[in-house]
Nanobody
Framework: QVQLVESGGGLVQPGGSLRLSCAAS????????MGWYRQAPGKEREFVAD???????NYADSVKGRFTISRDNPKRMVWLQMNSLKSEDTAGYYC????????WGQGTQVTVSS
């Protein structure tokens, strides 16, 4: 059974940091591009970052220089380190796996507010 389980969301003040984690199981993790998307209330889901099986990373312009995606294949884990958070980063964050098939987690909420 495929599972992507996110954790690490919460409430943080502007300028603060959070680290999101995603634990994967049930598919050949090392062969998949892993990523993060987010969706804010009333807005469409948008790409945040991804990292390929060859460890090449891509970022949305809105998070470049602030967010860092990483992965550990033996541990089947993906992380999103988020620094210098802004109120506009408030959203549900979803872990994804893209390969032969596409998988999505249930999401974790990030709220940036003073």
């Amino acid at each position: 059974q495929v599972q992507l389980v996110e954790s690490g969301g919460g409430l943080v003040q502007p300028g603060g940091s959070l680290r999101l984690s995603c634990a994967a199981s049930g598919f050949t993790f090392r062969d998949y591009t892993m990523g993060w998307y987010r969706q804010a209330p009333g807005k469409e889901r948008e790409f945040v970052a991804d990292i390929s099986s060859g460890f090449s990373a891509n970022y949305a312009d809105s998070v470049k220089g602030r967010f860092t995606i990483s992965r550990d294949n033996p541990k089947r884990m993906v992380w999103l380190q988020m620094n210098s958070l802004k109120s506009e980063d408030t959203a549900g964050y979803y872990c994804t796996g893209a390969g032969n098939l596409e998988y999505w987690g249930q999401g974790t909420q990030v709220t940036v507010s003073s």
